[in-house]
């Protein structure tokens, strides 16, 4: 979920208007890079390892969840043409300040875990590729943890200094992002013309837990889910693109339509590279099972030197942009009074919101070492989890709010068959239930509710303070300009 600074006013006062810069190329690949992201690095091994050989068949699941929400997205920003996303939705749908600061409130948590989910990948990452350089670097969980802890504090320097998201940069990342998994799809296919891997895998459904076909991909479908999210962090993006309306849905559909081909590409990959028996268990688990696949199908080509380094650029961003949309959503909240009004200060001279990317950056450490020493899960398993929990939670909201929003008289260039939201309401509700996750995974419950408790005991002692001291009450004064 990405955001954009708000412009600085005008000599009269005004907003300016932000320049429409993105046409739908840009926007193509905004979409497409904001998707892949860590999602596919973090999560193909383990869908494997629910159902086998059909790890393909959860990816294209997640993608037709997705698809659906895309529909309420696109009738809403074609609707209401403002950055503020899922919480200007419910805002408009149910008109409560405290379940629009809820909506609001899950989507930073998202970006928090996100982010370090994120942190974690590329620690392992990095500190693998440099060991395959240098030798000799520690790659175990402690070197991990500290690796991952100290790029958080990097993240937080650099979103102190006040670094806005850039679209040209964004492009150069989202192609170093589908060079990797060009890499890992061209060696996979070599593999299998050589005849060093089996193909035949592809249509064998395996559970190691004696799951149904049905319950095991309802489970690695929840997990494939973090893999295809990013598609509505678009909306943000809605003030500086060309004719909105008119490019939106056929771009966002698109930009859903060739990650989840490139996602399903690679999943075919590692089932057919890797042996069954050890995509559960890759040589770093943080690291993901992308690498393991570049290192057998290809064991006589040095690119497993490489490929740690360009998991780490495709990630780094990733994170990044979390990192900035949960900050700047903190002091957006704080300065309409809804959160505490120290959370929206900023330094003086670069007009950062320190105290924003303070509280993120403390809470994204926090989790991470929590996981770590806490917790029988890593921080890719049990974050990665937890943030797709916490966005299924917000898009089933989302697909409500646009049937509700049906009676606003206001147009809408796209409206999606009624059928769509109902289905993706019930579909996104479905896997945040317990059945969609497996027992050791339950802890995501604990982290989102957790998350969430603090958020309400923040609103609770602003609505205090609001009340008992400034005698006014609590809720957003403008909604339409959140981020």
Not at 451 to 480: H, M, P, S
Request: charged share 15%; proline share 5%; with cysteine.
């Amino acid at each position: 979920m990405s955001t954009q600074a708000a412009p600085e006013a005008d000599l009269n006062g005004s907003e300016p208007d932000l320049k429409r810069v993105m046409g739908p190329k840009l926007l193509l690949l905004f979409i497409v890079g904001d998707i892949l992201g860590a999602g596919v690095y973090a999560v193909t091994g383990k869908i494997a390892g629910e159902v086998g050989g059909m790890a393909w068949l959860p990816f294209l699941v997640a993608f037709i969840v997705a698809t659906l929400t895309a529909f309420s997205y696109l009738e809403m920003v074609t609707k209401y043409p403002q950055a503020a996303g899922a919480a200007l939705y419910a805002h408009k749908a149910f008109g409560i300040h405290f379940v629009t600061f809820l909506v609001a409130f899950t989507v930073v948590c998202s970006g928090i875990t996100s982010a370090s989910t994120s942190s974690g990948l590329l620690a392992s990452n990095l500190l693998i590729g440099l060991d395959e350089v240098f030798g000799s670097v520690p790659t175990g969980s402690t070197a991990s943890l500290i690796v991952a802890l100290l790029f958080m504090g990097l993240l937080a320097v650099i979103n102190l200094r006040g670094v806005g998201e850039s679209v040209k940069f964004n492009v150069v990342l989202t192609l170093v992002e589908m060079s990797a998994l060009a890499i890992v799809i061209a060696i996979g296919f070599l593999a299998i013309g050589r005849g060093d891997a089996d193909l035949g895998r592809v249509t064998v459904f395996e559970s190691p837990d004696d799951k149904g076909m049905f319950a095991a991909v309802t489970v690695a479908t929840a997990i494939a889910f973090f893999s295809m999210v990013g598609f509505e962090d678009s909306v943000n993006m809605v003030e500086e693109t060309q004719e909105p309306e008119k490019i939106f849905p056929r771009t966002m559909l698109t930009g859903l339509g060739i990650a989840v081909v490139i996602y399903m590409l690679v999943a075919v990959s590692v089932v057919a590279v890797i042996p069954a028996g050890d995509i559960l268990t890759p040589e770093n688990p943080d690291a993901g099972v992308l690498l393991d696949v570049v290192r057998i199908g290809a064991p006589d080509i040095p690119i497993d030197k490489l490929f740690p380094f360009l998991t780490v650029f495709a990630v780094a961003n990733t994170a990044l942009i979390n990192m900035l949309m949960a900050s700047r959503l903190i002091y957006g909240m704080a300065q309409q009074d809804v959160l505490p009004r120290s959370l929206g200060r900023v330094l003086p001279g670069r007009r950062s919101p320190w105290a924003a990317i303070l509280f993120t950056t403390v809470l994204a450490l926090a989790l991470i070492i929590v996981v770590s020493t806490q917790s029988d899960s890593t921080i890719v398993a049990a974050l990665s989890g937890t943030t797709g929990l916490l966005l299924l939670c917000v898009f089933s909201v989302v697909n409500v709010a646009c049937l509700v929003l049906r009676r606003d008289p206001t147009p809408s260039r796209f409206r999606a068959p009624t059928a769509i939201p109902v289905i993706g309401a019930v579909a996104c509700a479905f896997l945040v239930g317990p059945w969609a996750r497996n027992e050791a995974d339950y802890v995501q419950y604990k982290i989102a509710a957790g998350l969430l408790a603090l958020g309400i005991v923040l609103w609770a002692l602003t609505w205090l303070t609001n009340r008992g001291i400034r005698a006014k009450k609590t809720g957003f004064r403008d909604i339409e300009h959140l981020e």
